[in-house]
């Protein structure tokens, strides 16, 4: 088993607080349809589309 200290717990926390700000901050920035979600608004360049194509 393994033991976390508490400063283990506090940075896990942190962390997992840190990602819902900017997910909800992220959704404030980004366009209000699904399709703005799912194609990045149309921004993305074609480098970064392919690396994203490929990880998926």
């Known amino acids: 088993m393994i033991n976390l200290s508490f400063s283990d717990y506090l940075v896990v926390i942190f962390y997992a607080i840190l990602l819902v700000i ?31 194509t490929v990880a998926t």
């Open 22 to 52: 900017i997910g909800f901050w992220s959704q404030r920035k980004s366009g209000n349809t699904k399709l703005d979600f799912l194609l990045a608004g149309r921004n993305l360049s074609l480098p970064l589309f392919v690396m994203v």
